[in-house]
């Protein structure tokens, strides 16, 4: 499995990387040698286990959000087949801001490029933008239980770097 590291130190699973590859040499694209598009950046629950006083909220998001992904993104194709502006936009953005929460920087970019066409009205642009997203959300629910079991083992230090802090 490719694992790069991001500025804080912490493991960052890309896109390339599946179950299959776990293991296996890192890739030599210089995109996967910087970590761009992290499937899932583990700083943002590191965040979140800081600020909720360890890592138990912050494993339970992640679950959560993956549970929810499948559904967030069907609301999102139906909003767009019905050209439904409002129910569109709210669709993304829920997406956006939960995979942003969770560290699934990929997800939250390509709706970030997806909202100004909803906003415009612009569905037929915004169907063709989805299917780089879809191909990006089924990436990441392939990839969930090995996210959530790196997201433990990372996580599960936490308590034994506190410790050790003063």
Same mark, same amino acid.
């Given at each position: 499995?490719?694992?790069?590291?991001?500025?804080?130190?912490?493991?960052?699973?890309?896109?390339?990387?599946?179950?299959?590859?776990?293991?296996?040499?890192?890739?030599?694209?210089?995109?996967?040698?910087?970590?761009?598009?992290?499937?899932?950046?583990?700083?943002?629950l590191w965040d979140i286990a800081n600020d909720t006083g360890g890592p138990a909220l912050a494993l339970r998001f992640l679950s959560d959000f993956f549970s929810l992904q499948p559904v967030r993104l069907? %609301?999102?194709?139906? #909003? *767009?087949? +019905?050209?439904? /502006?409002?129910?569109?936009?709210? @669709?993304?953005?829920? !997406?956006?801001?939960?995979?942003?929460?969770?560290?699934?920087?990929?997800?939250?970019?390509?709706?970030?490029?997806?909202?100004?066409?909803?906003?415009?009205?612009?569905?037929?642009?915004?169907?063709?933008?989805?299917?780089?997203?879809? %191909?990006?959300?089924? #990436? *990441?629910? +392939?990839?969930? /239980?090995?996210?959530?079991?790196? @997201?433990?083992?990372? !996580?599960?230090?936490?308590?034994?770097?506190?410790?050790?802090?003063?």
């Open positions: 499995m490719e694992t790069t590291l991001n500025i804080y130190g912490e493991q960052r699973l890309t896109a390339a990387e599946t179950p299959e590859t776990a293991g296996a040499e890192p890739a030599t694209s210089s995109a996967a040698a910087r970590g761009d598009n992290p499937i899932l950046d583990l700083q943002s069907s %609301r999102l194709l139906a #909003a *767009l087949d +019905a050209e439904e /502006p409002t129910a569109s936009v709210d @669709a993304v953005l829920s !997406l956006q801001s939960a995979s942003s929460m969770a560290g699934a920087t990929e997800i939250a970019e390509r709706c970030a490029r997806i909202l100004p066409l909803v906003v415009a009205r612009d569905f037929p642009r915004a169907r063709v933008q989805i299917a780089d997203l879809k %191909r990006s959300v089924e #990436a *990441l629910m +392939a990839a969930s /239980p090995l996210l959530l079991a790196h @997201a433990e083992a990372r !996580l599960g230090t936490m308590g034994a770097v506190a410790a050790v802090s003063p």
